[in-house]
Structures are given as C-alpha cells and as structure tokens.
C-alpha cells in the first residue's frame, strides 16, 4: 500500500509538472531554465496543438456571431434601398448604380476576412492560430520558442529597462570617479603586481583596451592584461597592467598610446586596492 501511494504521488506529481510545463512553455525561451523541473520544451508543441485548436474554434464562433448580425443588417439596408428604388426603376429592368442582391454576395465573399482581422475576438483568434502554427514548426525543427507576444514585450520592457540601468550605472560610476584628470602610470611594483611592468591608472574606462589588445607606444609595445579597479583617495580609477613584449611577437590588434612618465616611488598612504 504504501509503494502504491508513493507511485500514485509521482504519477500526480508529474502530471502536475506537466500541465505547469504547458503553460511555461509560452513564456521567453531565457525563462525555461529557471523551471528545470517542469518538461517545458517537451510540452511546446502539446501548447501550440491546443493554442492552434482553440484560435480555430474562437475564429468559427467569431465569424457567425458576426456573419448573422451583420448579414442581417445588410439585408435590412438592401429592403429599404430597394423600396425607396422601386418607383425610379424601369418595368423590365434597373438604373446602373442600383442596390441589387450582387451587393450582398459580395459581402459575403468578403464576411471572413472581416471577422478575422477587424474585429477583436477575430484578431485573436488570427494571433493564437498564426503563432501557435509557427511555434509548432519552430518545435519540430529543433529551435523552441515561446509566445511571440510575450516575448516582444520582454525584450522591449528588458531594453527599456536595460538602458535606464546602464544609465544609472554610469552615473553613479562618474560620480565615484570625479571629475577627469591625465592617465598615470606606475611601476607593477608600486601596485604589487609580479611580472607587469607598468600599470596605467585611468581616471576613466577605455573601451578598446581589452585584455590581450596590444598597446603599442613609440618606444616599447605592451599586451594588456585583465584590467582591474581601484578605490583611490581621489576616487574611482581603472588600472591597466602591461607587461612588455618580446622583440619577435606578431602584433595582430594594437592601440596606439602616449605613455606618461612611470613613476617608480612606492604607493602614497591613503590608497586601498
């Protein structure tokens, strides 16, 4: 009895992990992970069928809501034109530019693309079953996706949200940094860093000098290696540690640079790295 009840949890369980994968499964593909209980990309494909299934349904009710109110309609118009016609209208025959039955066919013809794409329910419908269907592929091709609607007002809410972080950032990292004043350079002994031989200190970042760029001076050529920060009584510096290089090295990325005079003293009290 009890190994039935454990199996009757884990069967209950797994079903429960599966219909919560369902839903996941139309959230951002960068959010799956963080569910790596449920079976999320399994069910993409389950999700699109029945998103596929219920866009369908919704656009068959949506077009004959819509297809009697306003059939209706055309037909009540098409009365009222045809009496006030009437006695303008020739025995045998009619005026070019009359109401006719023509017009109601016509509108027919052109009923389901009305309702599916200029009224509410029709354009939902038109979005669950386009989606789904594309999702669908999307799955059977080895590339899962989520919902693209959710995943648009992810990205743009990440994107507007990223860069009024970033500008946050920057700004408080300016303050920190105070205002700009000319490079230094130093000694790898003044910072205690073995085998550098110079540390360029920077009151503020420079994009292109990344790691292993070659930092190329009229008199000796440097490879850069990890930069790092320092917490200076005059503020927030970058510190870039460069060690020579050897006379046959092959420079394939450099940036050119005016080395300032290196100084050589020990470090000022005051400084914490």
Known sequence: MHMRGQASDHGIGAVLRSLAAFFLSLLPVRYWDRFSA?????MVLPSAIVTFVAG???QIWNYFIYAGLMTAANVDVFLRAAERQAPLTPPGGHRPGDVTSLHIQAGGI???FVTALATPWGLVATYLTLSSLVRGIARIVDDPRGDFLL?????LGRGVFGRARRRRHEHARLQAEGPAVPDRAVTGAWLGQPGVDVVVIASRRKPEWLPG???LTDDVWYRLGEPFELHLAEGLRTAYPLSMLPTNEIVRRGVRYTMPPVVEAPPPPGPTA
């Open 213 to 215: 760029v070659f930092v």
């Open 38 to 42: 449920c079976p999320v990309s399994r």
């Open 56 to 58: 369908v349904f919704i």
């Open 110 to 112: 052109a009923m389901p």
């Open 151 to 155: 995943s648009g007002i992810d990205a």
